[in-house]
């Protein structure tokens, strides 16, 4: 399975055009982009991402700002009463809880309201360039499409991926499998005949013998 993996992830770099995955050097930036990307679209998330830091860098700065106005900086996001009440509450329990510092341990991220196993491992891979599998909608999809695993949940699939990747492509799973799915595997139609590891590929050898019966 690790030789297979090897192969798989090797043809996914060459059509996904994955560069290498750099550490943000911002845990806090990724934590709250994290946050926003919840329910809505990349470019969204950019742009209230972006409108955000411009006017607030740091937790204080966050925790000490206007409700109403975070909510204005984040409106691109969607859902952005929400989450502006929620930036500003773990905004405030990093300042009181861990002196304006996001913490590397995954208890203590996931001590923070509304942050989950994505976001805590998103922050650990991409702020602090720690070895982790944050498992988004575009893993859960592939990795159940191709056969890495067999799973139900974001959790589930999150274990099972443990067993199978090798720790040393930990760090750029995620990011491989993202710029995989946006261009390749997508959600509906997806490019199969683009596709180079459709040979390793139930979902592949599963349409192939439907339409063989038809």
């Not at 679209?41 to 607030?56: C, H, S, V």
């Not at 509304?114 to 891979?125: H, M, S, Y």
């Not at 199978?164 to 492509?169: D, I, Y």
């Amino acid at each position: 399975m690790r030789k297979d993996i090897s192969l798989i992830l090797g043809k996914m770099r060459r059509a996904a055009g994955s560069p290498s995955v750099v550490s943000d050097a911002n845990p806090f930036r990724v934590l709250i982009a994290t946050v926003l990307s919840q329910r809505t679209r990349d470019e969204n998330t950019a742009k209230a991402t972006r409108q955000l830091f411009e006017r607030y860098r740091v937790p204080k700065e966050i925790s000490n700002a206007r409700l109403a106005e975070l909510r204005e900086l984040i409106r691109p996001s969607g859902f952005y009463k929400v989450k502006a009440a929620r930036i500003k509450e773990i905004s405030r329990q990093l300042v009181e809880r861990f002196k304006g510092e996001v913490p590397m341990d995954m208890e203590e991220l996931l001590s923070l309201p509304g942050v989950g196993r994505k976001t805590a491992n998103c922050v650990l891979v991409y702020g602090f360039g720690k070895p982790a599998i944050p498992v988004d909608v575009h893993v859960n999809r592939i990795s159940n499409r191709i056969g890495l695993v067999r799973a139900k949940t974001p959790e589930q699939t999150e274990r099972e991926l443990m067993g199978v990747v090798p720790k040393k492509n930990w760090l750029e799973f995620n990011h491989l499998m993202v710029r995989y799915g946006r261009r390749i595997c997508l959600p509906r139609n997806p490019k199969c005949m683009q596709c180079e590891i459709r040979p390793n590929c139930n979902h592949f050898s599963a349409v192939v013998s439907k339409n063989r019966f038809k």
